[in-house]
């Protein structure tokens, strides 16, 4: 499987250097590890989305220093604003705006796998080209492997992880993120309340909204319960 992965990568090495996007988990350590074996160029970019665990962020900046930051063009309460709706997992327009960023000309190398949900069960496609606002070209070289098998290359390895696991936490996505249970996003809140609070900032901004254009009758904090229990 190792050398699969590594003869993926370095088979659609082209001329340009691939963008291989780094989330700091466990993935995503597995598979820039696989990048670097590969022997092939490659910028590592991590999207930063304000709503990262201060503990994955710094994980990353001594871990990882070669790794790029890149700071979203718009803030969040801006955008969620003008879309009128808090995200959810049936909108999840924040994940387009914050994390879905590529550049153009050149292949994204990414660590999704099928195991992670059904849509992604069902994409038998290592490369792939997304069509989009502008086409962009994927690659996944790990799509296949399950979560022991990473967690198997990372000891074999002995590469870092964010200390969060080890605190018993599974993903280390967005605190607040649409597509958790209502417990999960109320534990981040917990551990993390000043998170909590621009969410509740956000909420609020897009609740007036809808309140002055006459589409919602409810409270504040009835919108607030509705968006935080799913």
């Known amino acids: 499987m190792i050398q699969t992965a590594i003869n993926l ?8 250097p691939y963008h291989v996007g780094f989330s700091g988990g466990k993935d995503s350590v597995v598979v820039l590890d696989l990048v670097q074996r590969a022997g092939v160029p490659f910028e590592a970019v991590y999207n930063v989305t304000t709503f990262d665990p201060p503990e994955l962020v710094r994980f990353i900046k001594e871990t990882y220093p070669e790794v790029r930051f890149w700071l979203p063009a718009e803030r969040f309460e801006d955008f969620a604003q003008k879309q009128g709706i808090m ?29 992670e949900s059904p849509r992604r069960k069902n994409n038998h496609k290592e490369y792939e080209a997304r069509h989009g606002t502008k ?30 696991y080890r605190e018993g936490m599974h993903r280390l996505g967005c605190v607040g993120c649409p597509i958790t249970t209502p417990r999960q996003r109320i534990a981040g809140f917990c551990k993390w309340p000043h998170i909590e609070a621009r969410w509740k900032r956000i909420s609020k901004t897009v609740w007036q909204k809808r309140v002055s254009a006459g589409k919602t009758q409810e409270t504040e904090e009835h919108f607030w319960q509705w968006w935080i229990t799913n």
Not at 9 to 16: E, L, R
């Open 9 to 16: 990568i370095q088979s659609y090495a082209g001329t340009h």
């Open 87 to 115: 995200p959810t997992r049936f909108r999840r327009y924040c994940c387009r705006v914050l994390k879905e960023r590529h550049v153009s000309g050149r292949t994204t190398i990414t660590g999704i796998r099928a195991e």
């Open 135 to 164: 086409m962009q070209m994927m690659l996944h070289p790990i799509l296949q492997w399950a979560s022991d098998e990473i967690w198997e290359y990372i000891r074999v390895r002995n590469l870092p992880t964010c200390s969060l």
